[in-house]
């Protein structure tokens, strides 16, 4: 059987917001890391880092 699965987080390259998946909410959430929110720049059109390398077909 073939199972998809979802990636669990994601960096922007340009300013290196971090998210989170949230399972509860099924939405992504900003990392916090220290006590921190790792939100980069709120201004910043994200380009995550996706390069190919996430295979989403679990065999």
């Not at 059987?1 to 979802?6: A, E, F, Q």
């Amino acid at each position: 059987m073939t199972v998809i699965t979802s990636p669990r987080e994601r960096e922007c390259e340009r300013c290196g917001r971090r998210d989170l998946w949230d399972d509860d909410d099924n939405t992504w959430r900003i990392a916090v890391v220290d006590g921190e929110k790792q939100s980069g720049n709120p201004h910043c059109l994200h380009e995550w880092d996706i390069n190919g390398t996430f295979n989403p077909v679990d065999s």
